[in-house]
C-alpha cells in the first residue's frame, strides 16, 4: 500500500463507522416510528390508520434525512477505502 492512500483509507474507515451508525440508529428509530402509525389499533387491524399519510411525512423529514445522510457517509467511505468501486486508485505491483 502506497503512503498517499493510507489517510484516504483511514478517513474512509472513519465514514464507514459513522455512516453506519447514523443509518443503523436512524433507520431502526425511524422504523419504529413509522410502523405503528400505519395501522389503525382499532378492533381490525387490516385498517389503515387515516393520518398515516401526515404521520410518515413528519417521520420521513425527522428520520429519513438523517438515514440518507448516513447512507451517503457510508458508501463514500466504501469508496475512500477502496473496498467498492473504483474511486481510489490501487498501487501498481512493485517487486
Not at 502506497?2 to 465514514?15: A, H, V
Not at 459513522?18 to 433507520?27: E, K, P, Q
Not at 445522510?69 to 477502496?82: D, E, S, T
Amino acid at each position: 500500500m502506497s503512503d498517499d492512500r493510507l489517510p484516504n483509507r483511514w478517513l474512509g474507515f472513519f465514514m464507514i463507522a459513522i455512516g453506519g451508525l447514523i443509518t443503523a440508529l436512524c433507520g431502526s428509530c425511524t422504523l419504529m416510528f413509522a410502523n405503528p402509525k400505519m395501522w389503525d389499533s382499532g378492533a381490525s387491524s387490516s385498517m389503515i390508520n387515516t393520518d398515516a399519510p401526515a404521520w410518515l411525512i413528519l417521520v420521513m423529514f425527522a428520520g429519513g434525512l438523517p438515514t440518507l445522510a448516513g447512507v451517503i457517509l457510508l458508501v463514500w467511505g466504501l469508496r475512500l477505502a477502496g473496498l467498492f468501486g473504483t474511486s481510489v486508485k490501487k498501487a501498481p505491483y512493485q517487486v
